[in-house]
């Protein structure tokens, strides 16, 4: 579904990503696991063309995707939570979530997965009327998960859903992707916490300083020494 070929990103004249390949496959829940500035956030950034390559190739369904918009790349079926949850503070919950379906014109289907996102998320709807700047952290990561999946995408891409949260809205956030991952969705995540990753993941990356290190199925990279002693805690 998405490939990824030999992609590097700089910040001015440093080099982010340095060359990395991935491929994600439909239906699967591929993870990117990695200490802080390794590069994960900076793979999603470029694959929603928030950032522009300076090499490389971003492939989704065969069509080509670094010279697009991110508008464009959404109304193709990618739908980006960002890190930092991002928030639109001043409208409601509601509000937040319509703006996810921006590029969709059909009102019953919009509304119709209004209530799916309030099904997996009860608390958005308790609160749907509430801005969303007086939320918690964890309600804002549900907020920001829901947001992107009105877009109805057909790969969704996870930047940090368990940053800054408490254990118990960790294992809820969780709970819901592993849900959406039985429900067939294409899940891209992003996770500094590699435990709860490589539990729900099929395949990962492990990545370092802009490249990628090690891949496979998300059971034997958590079975992996040099993985465990440096990201389980092993």
Known sequence: M????????????????KGISLEVRQGELLAIIGANGAGKTTTLRTISGILRPRSGSIR?????????????IVGLGIA??????QVFSGLTVAENLRLGAVQ??????????LERVYTLFPRLK?????????????????????????????LLLLDEPSLGLA?????RI????????????TILLVEQNAHMALEVADRAYVMETGRIKLSGPA????ANADVERAYLGG
């Open 2 to 17: 998405l490939q990824v070929q030999d992609l590097s990103v700089y910040y001015g004249g440093i080099q982010a990503l």
């Open 60 to 72: 989704f369904d065969g069509k080509e995707l670094t010279k697009l918009s991110p508008y464009d």
């Open 80 to 85: 980006h939570s960002p890190e930092g949850r």
């Open 104 to 113: 969709r014109r059909d009102p019953a289907e919009i509304d119709a997965d």
């Open 126 to 154: 308790e609160r749907s009327t509430q801005k969303a700047g007086t939320l918690s952290g964890g309600e804002q990561q549900m907020l920001a998960i829901g947001r992107a999946l009105m877009a109805r995408p057909r």
């Open 167 to 171: 254990p118990l809205m960790v294992d």
């Open 174 to 185: 969780f709970e819901v992707i592993a849900r959406l991952k039985e429900e067939g969705s």
């Open 219 to 222: 059971a034997e990279l958590a």
